[in-house]
């Protein structure tokens, strides 16, 4: 204060004195030693020093912004290693659906997956290092998911352009895109400087006449899934459920058939069972059928020896079991895929097949889906297909498909930025963001594999034994997955939810065919031809198992 206020005796006015905070700002070399320190008064900026030296590297810039200082702050210096690869800064983009964007950029301020910071410091050192930036864009909105977005891609081939260094697309259209001259091969620059960083998996799904297109860090991933409406469930009296079958080691066919019976007497005898025509098992009977073979350890397609067999004891056994269901009137007789499944999304069925991600997800399964407002009552339950009679839950199995993947463009201008900023040295760049973003979120602190799974089969299974199933087939995909195409809907093979195959299938679970035999015979010798044609110098050159 300007004046003592401690006696008193007249009116008086006291007027507050402020002295401004100030604060230590240290420069750091890369060494440790300091190369300045500075006092900067509260919300001035700091002054950096001149531009330090250092043999064999170049200076980049300094770690953090000084412009503004309102603590002690400790500034470090940033080099790049002269030996690496400069590309001189040229920006590297990648073109995503709008919409994925912010679960793809760490530095996107939706992005919530778990290794946003190891993500954020591999992008960050390899801009540093190699001199360049990486920018996640998306495709012109006239290039729209589906044919749109191929032919934007394929007619850019045709022009010999490319506004992108690396397009998102799904890897069962790499034959597509490889056939239209639209993207590079990387087979030997994942050799040179991969390091294994792909799953095996997606380097067979994202290979094609023998050569590999694929870049992803992905893990295996489950896609082809069967769900159960818990809150519908409920209402039934059943003495258990299907998640707790399965974790009790009984989830096998003829349980899945005597369930689902049993849950169709339940549901017709619901109140309104009268008016609302309640249905056990919804969805895309071929789904099932392909989801259940696998479950006993059978491909439909096998790329390995290049033969499409699905007329195996299983699969002959999995297509009984569902014409069994269907002949008991326990199955809805529309065929209907993902979001489009009318009785599940009007809450009149207890199962479907979809896909993992379809939970709480917008534009398939909303978090309110069967109780508008309220989504802490509609909850989806997850239990893996049934298996083969006679085998045990150890013996449990699971089909992995490819998934969406970037792929490298052709016809990519990169005038201006020196000698070398190149197709390969690219790549390199974006191979070392995923194998750094991997080392940095493994070797974090505090890392934990299995809370990491934990709350993964949390967010995909909302009830414990539902969570629990998820975990148990999660946990195994590196021993229990194996590569099927036909795990996904869109496979180089033959479409499993739209097309004549898919037709055929469910003919016969719905008994218009005598046989599996007779309902697959019309297309069986085309979808031969495309496992034929998609996988056989893959199986020629890499010698897979």
């Known amino acids: 204060m300007d004046k003592s206020y401690s006696n008193i005796t007249q009116e008086e006015i006291i007027t507050a004195l402020y002295q401004i905070r100030s604060y230590t700002v240290r420069f750091i070399d890369y060494d440790g030693s300091t190369i300045k320190v500075q006092t900067v008064d509260y919300g001035n900026s700091a002054t950096a020093p001149s531009t330090p030296i250092r043999d064999g590297y170049t ?7 000084f412009s503004v200082i309102n603590h002690n702050t400790t500034i470090n210096a940033v080099y790049r290693d002269n030996n690496n690869i400069n590309l001189q800064g040229y920006t590297i983009k990648i073109a995503e659906s709008a919409s994925e964007i912010s679960q793809v950029d760490p530095f996107h301020s939706l992005y919530r997956k778990n290794d946003k910071i190891a993500k954020q410091k591999a992008w960050t050192w390899v801009e540093q290092n190699y001199n360049c930036q990486i920018e996640v864009v998306g495709y012109p909105s006239s290039a729209q998911w589906g044919t749109p977005r191929w032919n934007y891609i394929l007619n850019q081939a045709m022009n010999n352009t490319s506004d992108y260094d690396f397009y998102k697309v799904p890897d069962s259209k790499i034959k597509m895109f490889v056939l239209g001259h639209a993207l590079v091969d990387l087979t030997t620059w994942y050799e040179a400087y991969g390091d294994g960083f792909m799953d095996d998996i997606y380097v067979q799904s994202g290979t094609f006449d023998g050569k590999l297109y694929s870049i992803t860090g992905k893990k295996r991933e489950i896609h082809n899934v069967m769900y159960y409406n818990i809150g519908l469930l409920s209402k039934l009296g059943l003495e258990k459920t ?5 974790n009790e080691g009984d989830w096998t066919y003829s349980t899945f058939q005597n369930y689902a019976i049993m849950a169709q007497t339940a549901l017709n005898q619901l109140p ?9 098992v919804a969805g895309c009977s071929p789904y099932y059928w392909i989801g259940m073979t696998h479950a006993g350890g059978v491909k439909i397609a096998d790329v390995s020896t290049l033969t499409f067999q699905p007329y195996t004891s299983t699969s002959l056994a999995a297509a009984a079991t569902l014409r069994s269901i269907h002949s008991a009137g326990a199955m809805d007789p529309l065929k209907q895929v993902d979001a489009g499944v009318i009785s599940w999304n009007e809450g009149r069925a207890l199962f479907t097949t979809g896909d993992v991600w379809f939970v709480n997800e917008a534009n398939h399964w909303r978090s309110d889906l069967w109780t508008p407002g309220n989504p802490d009552a509609t909850r989806y339950g997850y239990v893996p297909f049934p298996r083969p009679d006679g085998t045990t839950k150890d013996e449990q199995r699971i089909g992995i498909p490819g998934c969406d993947t970037w792929v490298m463009a052709r016809g990519r201008d990169y005038s201006g930025y020196g000698p070398e900023c190149t197709t390969e040295n690219i790549y390199q760049a974006m191979a070392k963001t995923i194998q750094l973003t991997k080392e940095y979120y493994i070797g974090a602190p505090g890392y934990n594999q299995d809370d990491e799974l934990e709350a993964y089969s949390y967010l995909y299974a909302e009830s414990e034994d539902s969570a629990q199933a998820l975990i148990y087939i999660a946990s195994r995909l590196s ?21 004549i195959f898919s037709t055929n299938v469910n003919s016969y679970v719905i008994g218009s065919a005598i046989s599996l035999s007779e309902a697959i015979s019309t297309v069986h010798e085309i979808i031969q031809e495309s496992l034929y044609e998609a996988y056989r110098t893959y199986t020629i050159n890499r010698g897979i198992d």
């Open 59 to 65: 200076f980049v810039t300094w770690d953090k912004d």
């Open 272 to 280: 309104n069972a009268q008016t609302r025509q309640y249905y056990a």
């Open 242 to 246: 299907p998640a707790q079958l399965f």
């Open 479 to 499: 021993d229990i997955g194996f590569y099927e195409p036909l795990a996904d809907v869109a496979n180089p093979i033959a479409n499993t939810g739209a097309s």
